[in-house]
């Protein structure tokens, strides 16, 4: 029986999904696990220590964490309005503010954010199984201030739109045709 302490109120929120390994029947593994602790076809598989098994939190405080190219990130500043839409949730707008903008560039992206999975990043698979993007992404937090009680969870993918300030046309062309010459 598994007993659990969590510093804050909340209800249990699933951990993200974790990819499948690779099996190497040279070692003679044990079947690992893949998904979430939870799924009920992790059952009797073996848990590494240090695993993240569930989250605590509130479903009414959602952040979304977006990823943002290098020649998009000058552009974005804390407080600008997102407005998000989900793939789980077609039709249905969010909006939110951005908290943070990460200063580090990314140095993995979530499984289901890698192109490979049928996200929008190029990424290459590392030796450790981790999604590394192949071009400079950084990591922006958005918080969503009308979750309208849409069961909103964790590992959703969708687009955003952040209202940037306004930009010259001639700067705008300039920013267009040098996107256009680097190859991605």
């Known amino acids: 029986q598994l007993v659990s302490t969590a510093r804050r109120d909340g209800v249990i929120l699933p951990p993200p999904n ?22 009920t076809e992790n059952e009797n598989l073996f848990v590494e220590p240090g695993t993240l098994i569930c989250m605590i939190g509130d479903p009414n405080e959602m952040k979304a964490t977006l990823a943002v190219e290098q020649s998009d990130r000058g552009l974005i500043k804390v407080g600008q309005h997102v407005r998000l839409m989900l793939d789980e ?50 990591e922006v937090a958005v ?26 046309l001639g700067q705008r062309l300039i920013r267009y045709f040098t996107n256009v010459v680097r190859f991605r």
């Open 143 to 168: 918080s969503i201030e009308n979750r309208n009680d849409y069961p909103v969870m964790t590992g959703f993918r969708g687009t955003a739109k952040i209202k940037t300030s306004d930009m010259p």
């Open 89 to 138: 949730l077609p039709g249905v707008e969010f909006e939110g503010k951005v908290k943070f903008i990460g200063q580090d560039p990314m140095t993995s992206v979530a499984r289901e954010l890698a192109q490979n999975n049928g996200g929008a990043i190029a990424t290459r698979v590392s030796a450790s199984g981790e999604e590394v993007p192949m071009l400079t992404w950084y």
């Open 18 to 39: 974790t990819a499948p390994r690779p099996y190497d029947s040279a070692l003679r593994q044990l079947k690992t696990w893949s998904g979430t602790p939870l799924d």
